[in-house]
């Protein structure tokens, strides 16, 4: 079974923290995402990225970045969190243009 | 810019019985996929079915069949003899045939299975 971890289920960070999500997948993956999720939003795209070191704007980019370093591993960059960013957020991975597999998510509270 | 459109916010429906999740989008291609996922209060998102813009035929999964109507854009999910474990969110996306992977996902419907 295809396996997407991320690193906490829950986080509370002060505003102004830089705060780092980690999300690992399994199944050698060249696609990884992070959405963030808001109630009557839907989930919305972040980041993605296609291989090792590559990197593409979602719809909402703006006060995030990214690290891919490895295949295995995405990391998405709070760099100095605000309380608008107070969010559910979900990573996800695919094969080249198969499904995506969703992580649990991590719940944010920016205080 | 595609958009995907669930007017539904809420829906319950009796245990053993039949309900139908709306779903409507917008794009200017012709070849695209459709997607409905499901997310449990465990959070865990899950893909319940898949449509091929090419494809006719409505997919099927056990329970869950869909009515993809592609000349008005619509695209609703039926789950047939509804479950306890049926309740979640569900959420409709789009995805483009070939490009960026990204799914447009819309708001959301939360399913509540009445026992």
């Known amino acids: 079974d295809v396996k997407v971890t991320q690193s906490s289920r829950y986080l509370v960070k002060r505003t102004g923290e830089k705060v780092f999500l980690e999300c690992v997948q399994d199944?050698?993956?060249?696609?990884m995402f992070w959405y963030r999720q808001d109630p009557g939003l839907g989930l919305r795209l972040i980041y993605f990225?296609?291989?090792?070191?590559?990197?593409e704007k979602g719809d909402i980019p703006e006060g995030y970045s990214v690290s891919r370093e490895k295949k295995e591993r995405f990391s998405l960059i709070l760099e100095s969190a605000s309380t608008n960013q107070t969010s559910m957020y979900l990573c996800?991975?695919?094969?080249?243009?198969?499904?995506?597999?969703f992580g649990p998510g991590t719940r944010l509270t920016v205080t | 810019a595609q958009t995907v459109t669930q007017s539904q916010p809420e829906m319950s429906v009796q245990e053993a019985e039949t309900v139908t999740l709306s779903c409507t989008y917008d794009t200017s291609e012709s070849d695209y996929y459709l997607f409905w996922y499901k997310q449990p209060p465990s959070r865990q998102m899950i893909l319940v079915i898949r449509q091929e813009a090419y494809k006719q035929q409505n997919a099927t999964e056990n329970r869950f069949s869909v009515n993809f109507q592609k000349a008005a854009k619509s695209f609703s999910l039926k789950i047939s003899d509804s479950q306890l474990g049926d309740a979640a969110m569900y959420f409709c996306?789009?995805?483009?045939?070939?490009?960026?992977?990204?799914?447009?996902f819309g708001q959301g419907t939360r399913l509540t299975i009445n026992p």
């Open positions: 990225s296609y291989d090792v070191k590559m990197k």
């Open positions: 996306a789009y995805r483009r045939l070939k490009g960026a992977q990204k799914l447009v």
């Open positions: 996800a991975s695919s094969f080249k243009f198969h499904e995506q597999y």
């Open positions: 199944m050698d993956h060249e696609n």
